[in-house]
């Protein structure tokens, strides 16, 4: 069984910052990636951020120089700190686990909410 659990999610006023908390519940397989995509109504999934097993990262464009993806080995967690947030940010957060950076896995999501 793969598990992926998201914490932190919410509402936030534009300009704003959350940080979103993903655990890894304990895996069959050694993956060696974990990241953020995020769906909004009536949009397609995005991919917002992935940090790898030898601390790697990358970026989607619409979030760089905002967002850091960072990690807590001891306690299988990956974290997306979210600065500077915009309406444009709305959306569920969904995290995955997965190889090479590409999910395999994911999580059920946390919505998160930039309104004034």
């Known amino acids: 069984q793969v598990h992926f659990v998201e914490s932190g999610g919410g509402l936030v006023q534009p300009g704003g910052s959350l940080r979103l908390s993903c655990k890894d519940g304990?895996?069959?397989?050694?993956?060696?990636?974990m990241g953020w995509y995020r769906q909004a109504p009536g949009k397609d999934r995005e991919f917002v951020a992935f940090?790898?097993?030898?601390?790697?990262?990358g970026y989607g464009d619409s979030v760089k120089g905002r967002f850091t993806i960072t990690r807590d080995i001891a306690k299988n967690t990956v974290y997306l700190q979210m600065n500077n947030l915009k309406f444009e940010d709305t959306a569920v957060y969904y995290c995955?686990?997965?190889?090479?950076?590409?999910?395999?896995?994911w999580g059920q999501g946390t919505q998160v909410t930039v309104t004034s």
């Open positions: 940090i790898r097993t030898g601390g790697k990262t």
């Open positions: 304990g895996n069959v397989f050694s993956i060696d990636s």
């Open positions: 995955y686990g997965g190889f090479s950076a590409l999910p395999s896995w």
